[in-house]
């Protein structure tokens, strides 16, 4: 916005990763696009906000958590007066940092920047991860028409499918031309299949002991394994000569793009972000959705399992022979497994967060714009 003043734009998407993580990239691109920009993050003192954001470089303001119980029960019979003085809370941060407009990705602390922000007149924009909206951006596409999600289907008033931010590391990653680099970094060999193993940030027991279970039968047909535990899980490295294929475990890993430079496939959970990340680099997949949420990891995998890049497998049918049966002959075929790879590219969305920043700089543009004629 050439001699116009920086856009002043607070960021509400906080308590889990998958609310952080892409309200956090969209940030970034936003900065990319407009450096001058004024970001502030809302967040509260629950979840994960006050270690996530401010490691990001965000100023970070904290209000009071109003989390929307979704049963009839004594939370719920509290929530009025909790929301109450979290909207107080978030109106406060409005008006001391002279917010032009509230991005929200869901979340304790979306609720009430949407509150707040409707209350005063701002512009409003959602953003929707999750294949099933939550309820805080259920409530606020009411408000606006200004609602995005991460892939078309999603029940949502006004949603535009974009996909979800991600980091440039992600988007821009070119996994052929890293792959030696990756696999030096993580002790494996140049050639050969590698089956990345994750369960999320917090890791999925029983992806472990499956995979795990399966080594003898991994290692038999020449498959290398990069298994990221998660740092609460403990799996022990199986007894390899040096002549066998690595089976690497670790405990979690900072820069995924060197795992995914690293890998040919994944066994993982099917959280959106994840989704989003492996289809953006092209990486095939075997997710396993977690069995809680009302199947809402099952819907995140579905864009991609219907394009042909993914394969889904339930976490109670998830064993060592289901590796060894079903996932083996994959791995070790390189004409599907290339199939698969250029199947689950064609379902990425590697822009979603500049198509984001973008709308988001037109939205201020227009009420600026409105502002200024009101004046006249």
């Known amino acids: 916005m050439p001699g116009e003043p920086p856009p002043r734009v607070v960021v509400a998407g906080g308590h889990s ?3 952080i993580e892409p309200a956090m990239n969209f940030a970034d691109a936003l900065r990319r696009l407009e450096p001058t920009a004024e970001i502030t993050a ?10 996530l954001i401010p490691a990001r470089g965000y100023p970070l303001e904290l209000i009071p958590p109003a989390p929307l119980p979704r ?5 719920l019979l509290q929530t009025p007066g909790r929301l109450r003085d ?3 809370a978030a109106e406060a941060v409005l008006d001391r940092v002279r917010a032009e407009i509230v991005v929200g990705f869901g979340g ?6 949407y509150l707040a922000a409707h209350r005063q007149g701002l512009p409003i924009v959602i953003h929707e991860a999750n294949a099933r909206p939550g309820v805080a951006n259920r409530l606020a596409a009411r408000m606006t028409t200004h609602v995005f999600s991460a892939a078309p289907g999603v029940r949502l008033a006004h949603a535009t499918a974009i996909g979800i931010p991600l980091r440039p590391a992600i988007t821009g990653l070119d996994r052929p031309a890293l792959r030696d680099t990756a696999r030096r970094r993580f002790g494996l060999r140049p050639d050969g299949p590698v089956l990345m193993v994750t369960g999320g940030s917090q890791g999925a027991r029983s992806i472990n ?8 039968a991994l290692r038999a047909t020449g498959v290398q394994v990069l298994h990221i535990t998660g740092p609460q899980h403990v799996v022990e490295a199986p007894h390899h000569d040096s002549a066998d294929p690595p089976y690497v475990v670790m405990p979690y890993v900072d820069e995924m793009q060197y795992a995914y430079a690293a890998a040919d496939f994944v066994i993982c959970r099917s959280g959106a972000m994840t989704c989003a990340e492996l289809a953006a680099v092209g990486l095939p997949a075997a997710y396993v959705p977690l ?6 990891q099952r819907l995140n995998a579905e864009p991609v399992i219907a394009a042909g890049g993914a394969l889904l497998v339930d976490d109670a049918d998830l064993t060592p022979t289901w590796i060894e049966t079903t996932l083996l002959p994959v791995l070790t075929d390189p004409e599907r497994i290339a199939a698969m790879s250029a199947h689950a590219s064609a379902a990425g969305a590697p822009d979603a967060g500049v198509i984001l920043a973008r709308h988001v700089l037109t939205a201020v543009a227009e009420q600026r714009s409105i502002a200024s004629r009101g004046l006249e």
């Open 17 to 19: 990763a998958g609310h």
């Open 42 to 51: 809302l967040g509260t003192v629950r979840g994960l906000d006050t270690t």
């Open 71 to 75: 049963k009839l029960n004594r939370a």
């Open 86 to 88: 979290s909207v107080r």
């Open 108 to 113: 304790y602390v979306a609720m009430p920047a």
């Open 209 to 216: 002991a499956a995979v795990s279970g399966a080594a003898a």
């Open 291 to 296: 069995p809680l949420r009302g199947g809402e």
